[in-house]
């Protein structure tokens, strides 16, 4: 009797976990996912064309090939960037090193 108990309020704590991810009313999962896409491409599109902001690459003339894919939001980055103060220490501050 007490293992079907278990097993039970078991199932429960496990169903309310589920639909609680499920439902993510706040979308904090789904603005953190979002927040991190942004920053990978961000930092993608500054490997391949930080020439547009002074940074020596010598692979540019390889990545013209997808310039066409990105160039919409090619103006919007340029600005993020020069906005920026620190690429770099943004990036890292979003970790916590000294813990």
């Not at 589920?18 to 990978?40: P, T, V, W």
């Not at 002074?54 to 919007?76: C, F, K, N, Q, V």
Request: contains cysteine.
């Amino acid at each position: 009797m007490s293992e079907e108990k278990y097993t039970f309020k078991k199932f429960f704590v496990d169903l309310k976990l589920f639909l609680g991810a499920a439902s993510d009313f706040n979308r904090k999962s789904s603005a953190i996912l979002e927040k991190e896409a942004h920053n990978e491409m961000d930092n993608f599109v500054l490997l391949c064309y930080g020439d547009l902001l002074g940074l020596p690459i010598p692979t540019s003339y390889y990545t013209l090939e997808i310039l066409p894919y990105i160039a919409d939001d090619l103006e919007h980055w340029q600005k993020r960037m020069l906005d920026r103060k620190s690429v770099w220490g943004e990036r890292w501050g979003d970790y916590d090193l000294d813990a």
